[in-house]
Every structure is written in structure tokens, then in C-alpha cells.
């Protein structure tokens, strides 16, 4: 049985990781400080350093979670898909939702520009894009599409260009056609 003071610390450390994800796409990673991030989680300052070792480690692990989550539900879209082209329509369509300067779309670009500075960040972040690498080209591999791996590869990063691309207003017709070639 978990302890009612065990119950409060989750739901505080679960508010100070909703106020990162929120802040980071707001004012830039390096503009979260200490009472920015206690103020909008409802928490004294001394809270944010009671639950994490540094403001740093509540951006990472916001960061990290809120990343895995979208890999996971684009990863469900995308194997759910029952050939390859329906595939790339399902990948295409889970990036729609995003305009290249949505507050998720801006947590990812931060996130990268963060990980340049921040050897841990950057293992985190490879290891998430790596497995979803793996567990796409596996699909693909089912699917018997030549070299999978070096296909996802190039899907993953494909997708994470055209969010890039339409964070700067660029048009993106036609990449579905081009994507579904890529793995006919």
C-alpha cells in the first residue's frame, strides 16, 4: 500500500514534469530556471530540488517522456498500417497534428539543440530514435522491404525534416509520394 505523503510527491514530481514540457516550447530550454519552473507547477523553488538532482533533470526526463510517448503512438499508427504505403499515409498523418511550431514540435527542437550540450540527453534521445528505428525497419522487414533498417532510417529522418520544414512555412506536396516509393 502506498502512503498518502508517497502519493503527494508523485502528483508533485508529475506537475514539475507537465510545467517543463510546457515551459521548454514556451521560453527555450535555457530560460526555464528554478522559480519559473516551481511557480508554474504551483511549488516552491526548494520542491523542484527535493524531487530532482537539477532543473536540467526535470527538462531531460520531461523531455524524454513526452518524446516516447509520441514515438509509441506514431509506432501504433504506423504498424498498424497493412502495407508499406498505408504505412507512410498513417506516419504522415500522425505528423499533421504538428505545424513545425506547435509546443510539441518545439519541445523536439529544443530538446535536439539541448542534447548538442548535454552528453546524457543525447544518449536518451539516440536510444529512443534508435529502437524506433528497430522496431520500424522490423515491421518493414515483415512488410519485405529491401534493406529495412536503412529505410527506417532515412523515414525517421524524413519525418523529423518535414516538421523541421514546416516550422519554416515550407510546402511538403508530394513527399507522400516520394515516401511511399521509398518503400514500394
Do not use: C, N
Not at 148 to 176: F, K, N, Q, W
Amino acid at each position: 500500500m502506498t502512503s498518502p505523503a508517497a502519493v503527494r510527491g508523485q502528483e508533485v514530481r508529475q506537475r514539475l514534469l507537465a510545467a517543463a514540457a510546457e515551459l521548454i516550447p514556451e521560453r527555450g530550454w535555457s530560460a526555464v530556471s528554478t522559480r519559473v519552473l516551481a511557480d508554474r507547477a504551483g511549488v516552491t523553488p526548494s520542491v523542484v530540488h527535493y524531487h530532482f538532482p537539477s532543473v536540467q533533470a526535470v527538462l531531460s526526463e520531461a523531455v524524454v517522456t513526452a518524446m516516447r510517448q509520441l514515438l509509441t503512438a506514431t509506432d501504433e499508427q504506423f504498424t498498424a498500417a497493412r502495407t508499406p504505403a498505408e504505412a507512410i499515409d498513417a506516419m504522415l498523418a500522425s505528423i499533421e497534428q504538428h505545424s513545425g511550431v506547435d509546443p510539441m514540435s518545439l519541445l523536439f527542437v529544443e530538446a535536439y539543440l539541448a542534447a548538442t550540450r548535454d552528453k546524457r540527453l543525447r544518449e536518451q534521445l539516440a536510444t529512443l530514435v534508435t529502437d524506433f528505428r528497430q522496431r520500424v525497419g522490423d515491421w518493414l522487414a515483415v512488410q519485405q522491404v529491401p534493406d529495412p533498417a536503412a529505410t527506417a532510417a532515412v523515414l525517421a529522418a524524413a519525418i523529423d525534416g518535414i516538421l523541421l520544414h514546416r516550422g519554416l512555412g515550407s510546402s511538403v506536396e508530394g513527399t507522400a509520394d516520394v515516401l511511399r516509393r521509398l518503400v514500394s
